[in-house]
């Protein structure tokens, strides 16, 4: 790769930098070009990395691969950043993907404090490669696109594949009627079936897939490793519950990292941040006409639930995210969605109002961590929100039913620890104080079971009359020892 025969000719490296160097040109027909040299380069700069010198950083040597390495990582960041994040780039969208797919191997590859698992740091470390806050940004708007892009193209092939389908369906065909009319239509509607090739949208769909989920892996690699901070994956995760069941996948693991830093980091105001604006983001999709209905939001609440609380023996929780945190998320959904709610219902938009009402079906699924204590918080403040925004819910209109199975929810848990409260002048063993503590807290004790069943519970069915017990003629006739009557 550097041997250049004693400056006779170029090496190898510099012929392939120099082509990498085009890749904010935007030329067509290069893509693939610049893609392969991207990766040569990087996986170049990560071969030399493995072979850097170890122990001792002032051997004889080291010092001089380490800045020889460096020189060719910072050549190789500043073409990569060029054609991905450059002002003046023109790169196309394979282009810019492949390089940012490079830029994140690099960062990680040279992250600050690596060391093994004997507390040895890695050769890279001596030479780390800061993340800035500015391009942390930069990523995230990356996978903002991405994701949006992916869900675009997905939309469109639904909606050409049903419109197919019904031309298909719909073309009545010029015959008379009658049975050879019916032959006819028969006939046609086979023919326009035919001319939808399933194979053809399948193999096209799962190459994009294929692209789109190798990118996704890549920035949350970069996630885990730290190299880019979990508050800038909210944007992501407000797409869970559209992109399939690959990409919901992906999205627990950004789910597993907020449990991390809430539950045992102690940053719950990190997770409170990243719920708050999935949640909103996610059902702003729905709101603004790109989702046909609020299911994704409920999945990604639903979902939310492992990093709001750790459950034990029979699913009861035995860790909850911090109260502040969890009354922070509350009070500023209902204040966003009430704004909302009163501007819809003030222009006159019946249909969008009773759309943004519906949130509060996704935020009863979020009140699975909270105590006695926070949902009088959040009732307080629910009330203050209703009143700002001068809102009157009425009592029977039906689409005020969500709010009014919130509002529920926010009772029966605000009044659960003061009925389990043991009555005046009783005091709980020791025994049973530390089993209750062990038992914990489940789902039916908090009235969580499921948000939307509205329906009456059935009323108990009536016990059966009691019937008296007869003998037969047969075991009378042997008690008496009589014979049987002829019948």
Request: glycine fraction near 6%.
């Amino acid at each position: 790769m550097e041997n250049d025969e004693d400056g006779k000719q170029s090496s190898v490296w510099n012929i392939l930098v120099s082509l990498a160097s085009r890749g904010s040109q935007g030329h067509k027909g290069e893509e693939s070009l610049l893609d392969h040299a991207f990766q040569v380069l990087t996986f170049h700069v990560a071969w030399k990395v493995k072979h850097l010198p170890t122990g001792d950083p002032n051997a004889e040597g080291a010092s001089e691969a380490r800045k020889a390495v460096q020189q060719q990582r910072d050549m190789l960041v500043e073409t990569l950043d060029a054609a991905a994040f450059g002002p003046n780039s023109r790169a196309g969208d394979d282009v810019r993907r492949s390089a940012v797919k490079c830029l994140l191997i690099i960062y990680t590859l040279f992250l600050p404090k690596q060391s093994d698992g004997e507390g040895h740091p890695y050769p890279a470390a001596s030479i780390p490669l800061e993340v800035s806050e500015d391009m942390q940004i930069r990523f995230e708007h990356f996978m903002e696109a991405e994701v949006e892009h992916y869900a675009d193209d997905l939309a469109d092939e639904e909606e050409e594949q049903e419109k197919g389908e019904g031309d298909g369906a719909s073309e009545p065909g010029d015959s008379d009627e009658g049975e050879g009319g019916e032959n006819q239509q028969k006939k046609q509607k086979k023919v326009v079936k035919k001319t939808i090739d399933p194979d053809a949208v399948s193999q096209s769909r799962l190459e994009k897939e294929y692209v789109f989920t190798s990118t996704v892996a890549a920035f949350l690699s970069a996630l885990r490793a730290g190299i880019i901070q979990i508050s800038h994956a909210s944007k992501v995760l407000a797409y869970y519950g559209r992109l399939g069941m690959t990409y919901d996948q992906c999205m627990k693991v950004v789910i597993e990292l907020l449990r991390e830093e809430g539950m045992y980091k102690s940053r719950g105001f990190i997770v409170a941040d990243v719920i708050k604006d999935s949640v909103r983001d996610s059902f702003l999709l729905y709101l603004e006409g790109r989702a046909p209905d609020d299911e994704h939001t409920l999945a990604l609440v639903k979902a939310m639930s492992a990093a709001l609380v750790i459950r034990g023996a029979q699913l009861s929780i035995v860790q909850r995210l911090d109260g502040e945190n969890v009354v922070t998320v509350h009070q500023e959904l209902v204040a966003w969605v009430t704004k909302r709610i009163a501007q819809y219902d003030k222009s006159g938009n019946k249909k969008l109002r009773n759309a943004a009402i519906e949130f509060f079906h996704s935020l009863t699924q979020l009140l699975v961590s909270a105590d006695s204590a926070d949902a009088s918080q959040i009732q307080e403040h629910l009330k203050q929100s209703l009143e700002t925004s001068n809102l009157e819910p009425s009592a029977t209109a039906r689409f005020w039913e969500p709010l009014r199975s919130y509002e529920k929810r926010l009772g029966t848990i605000a009044t659960k620890d003061k009925e389990k409260a043991p009555a005046k002048g009783r005091r709980k063993s020791k025994k049973q104080s530390a089993k209750s503590g062990d038992e914990g807290t489940t789902d039916e004790e908090m009235g969580l079971e499921d948000v939307r069943d509205d329906e009456p519970a059935s009323p108990p069915l009536p016990r059966p009359s009691p019937q008296r017990k007869t003998r037969s003629r047969k075991s009378l006739a042997k008690d008496t020892g009589a014979e049987e009557p002829p019948e």
